[in-house]
């Protein structure tokens, strides 16, 4: 069975340039969160989706900002890049969002802002 | 502000070593309590989970013990090998929002 997976893979923008990050959660799985990385840290809450829904919003300015589609993938949006949004960034499935607490990572997409 | 504190930020063992690590918490909402495996270039794995009606817990070489009271938990990797060098985090969730807390990570290293 197939993970989470997550596209591109790397990425390079220039500040101020605008990213979309794609994630596909593991078959059957109808929840999606993201998280960020910065480099020595642990993951940080970005946003969590069921159903294509927002079910919970990290502390992250409106630069950032998420969808979920019918087929339960979605994607992550960040506008006006900083370089201080270079991370390696995180997509979690899970089965459900209100009784499954389970969590499982994608490889990330990691993104270097210059 | 971090809400699950992690220690040490590294640590070094030989192999059949048994690395510990520990982590503490503050919010009483937390009741589930997940580590996470990474090694360099991977996203986190899921290692092994507790909550807090059970003090300890044991997946293979992997064991978490919990303290309710001192809100405090630990993971310990009986006779570590090298392939076990990796980074691990501690984290922690409420069924409040499900949102994963972690902390800020170890680095382990097992010398052969």
């Not at chain 1, 059957?28 to 993201?34: E, P």
């Not at chain 2, 502000?1 to 982590?23: A, R, Y």
């Not at chain 2, 009741?31 to 293979?60: C, H, M, N, T």
């Not at chain 2, 090298?82 to 010398?111: E, I, M, Q």
Request: aromatic residues 12%; proline residues 6%.
């Amino acid at each position: 069975d197939a993970g989470v997976t997550q596209s591109p893979t790397h990425l390079i923008k220039t500040r101020g340039q605008q990213v979309t990050l794609r994630c596909s959660p593991i078959s059957g799985h109808k929840s999606v969160s993201w998280y960020q990385q910065v480099l020595g840290q642990g993951p940080q809450f970005i946003f969590q989706y069921y159903e294509k829904e927002e079910r919970g919003r990290g502390n992250f300015p409106d630069r950032f900002s998420a969808r979920q589609f019918p087929n339960y993938s979605s994607e992550l949006n960040v506008n006006a890049l900083l370089l201080g949004d270079s991370a390696l960034y995180l997509c979690a499935s899970s089965l459900v969002w209100d009784t499954d607490y389970e969590q499982y990572f994608g490889p990330g997409t990691r993104l270097t802002v210059t | 502000q971090q809400q699950v504190k992690q220690s040490p930020q590294s640590l070094i063992v030989q192999k059949g070593g048994i690395p510990i690590i520990n982590c503490a918490y503050e919010n009483t909402a937390f009741d589930y309590f997940p580590w996470y495996q990474q090694f360099p270039g991977k996203g986190p794995a899921l290692l092994i989970a507790i909550r807090p009606d059970v003090s300890e817990k044991k997946e293979g070489r992997f064991t978490i013990s919990f303290n309710k009271s001192a809100k405090q938990f630990s993971l310990h990797i009986m006779d570590s090998q090298p392939g076990d060098s990796a980074t691990y985090f501690c984290a922690a969730t409420s069924s409040n929002d499900y949102k994963l807390s972690f902390g800020a990570g170890t680095t382990v290293t097992v010398r052969a």
